[in-house]
Structures are given as structure tokens and as C-alpha cells.
């Protein structure tokens, strides 16, 4: 197997493969071009995203500035939005789902690093570079879902649909769907139901 079907995979990986760093290279200098274009400059804007995020044909809205590890493992569904400084590590799949708003300062990590040092820790080669080993868990995010500012989504996690994820919250585990789920670690406080309507 390749680095990047180990990656893909979930399973331990080198992450300084070359055809890795060559796809790390290219997310990050589109989205750093993509940072720099003013709102008012549409077309420049659709045509990086459209090169950042290949794999979704309907591009969301995204605040400026924004990070990706990758892009092309990242999907968004019909009418995303994110604010301010969206990071999302797409180590392993990230799937959004359809009408989601991602708040400012959300940051969707799919990688993981081994529990036990001697596994995590930098090692050498036999020509004398440099590597170390790490692994990643995807990250689902249902249809009809807020997440608030400043949330952190955990890899492995799955946050069903209709559900509100409040401010500063750190999901690491999954959430089910139509729930109302806040805190550090997030837990559910409360099923989400017609009593919750404004009008």
C-alpha cells in the first residue's frame, strides 16, 4: 500500500511521503492565495475552491481565512458556510453535510498520534532522514447541523443531523442526531423538538 491509501486507511503512515508532502503543498498554498482575495473578487475566489476542494461540486461559502491539510478529502453538501479561521485537518475523510454553518474559529482533526512514546516519536532512517508515524479517524457531520464558535471535532466523531453543538465545546465523542450538545468533553444536554421552534 501507498502512504496515502495507509493514511486514507486509518492506519499508521508517514505523513513525509512525497506524494503526501506534494498535496500538503499544493492545499496550503490555494488556500493561502485564497485568504489574500477580497470578498469582492468572486470568480478568482470559486475557481481556487474549486481546485482546493475537488471533490465537492457544490462550493460553500467559506470566510476567509481558511486552512486545509489537504482539501481533496474534504465534502461539503449544498449550502455550507464557515466564518473566520476554518482549519480543517483532512488527514482522513471529513464529510459536511448538506446546509451546515460552521462558526468562527472551528477546527475539524482528523489526525491522531499513538498513546505510547516509542511508537509517536521521531525515528531514523537508513539514509539518515527523519520521520515519524502518525494515523487518522474521519470525521461525519450530518445534514441541517450549527456548530458555534470556536468547536473542536475530534477524529472518529459523527454528529448526526439537525443536531447544535454550542461555543467552545471539544466533541470526541459522537453525537446523535436532533441533539442540543455543548462543553469540554461536549455531552448532549438535551433533544432538540417542536418546543425549540422561534415562531
Known amino acids: 500500500m501507498t502512504e496515502k491509501e495507509k493514511m486514507l486507511a486509518g492506519m499508521l503512515y508517514d505523513p513525509s511521503d512525497s506524494e503526501l508532502t506534494k498535496l500538503l503543498i499544493k492545499a496550503r498554498k490555494l488556500a493561502r492565495q485564497y485568504n489574500q482575495i477580497d470578498e469582492d473578487e468572486s470568480e478568482k475566489r470559486m475557481a481556487i475552491l474549486r481546485e482546493l476542494l475537488p471533490t465537492t461540486p457544490n462550493l460553500p461559502g ?4 481558511v486552512y486545509f491539510d489537504y482539501g481533496c478529502n474534504t465534502y461539503f453538501g449544498k449550502f455550507c458556510g464557515t ?6 485537518l483532512d488527514v482522513c475523510p471529513v464529510h459536511i ?12 482533526a482528523t489526525p491522531m498520534h499513538p498513546l505510547l512514546p516509542e511508537e509517536r516519536n521521531v525515528r531514523q532512517r ?13 470525521i461525519t457531520i450530518g445534514n441541517d447541523c450549527w456548530l458555534a464558535a470556536n468547536v473542536i471535532v475530534c477524529g472518529g466523531v459523527t454528529i448526526g443531523e439537525g443536531s447544535v453543538i454550542g461555543a467552545g465545546s471539544v466533541v470526541t465523542r459522537s453525537i446523535p442526531p436532533h441533539s442540543l450538545a455543548a462543553g469540554n468533553p461536549c ?13
Open 62 to 65: 467559506l470566510q476567509a481565512p
Open 83 to 88: 466564518n473566520f479561521n476554518f482549519t480543517c
Open 97 to 108: 453535510g448538506d446546509n451546515v454553518m460552521i462558526g468562527p474559529n472551528v477546527t475539524l
Open 126 to 138: 537508513e539514509d539518515g532522514s527523519y520521520y515519524n508515524l502518525e494515523y487518522a479517524k474521519p
Open 187 to 199: 455531552r448532549v444536554i438535551r433533544e432538540l423538538t417542536e418546543a425549540d421552534r422561534m415562531k
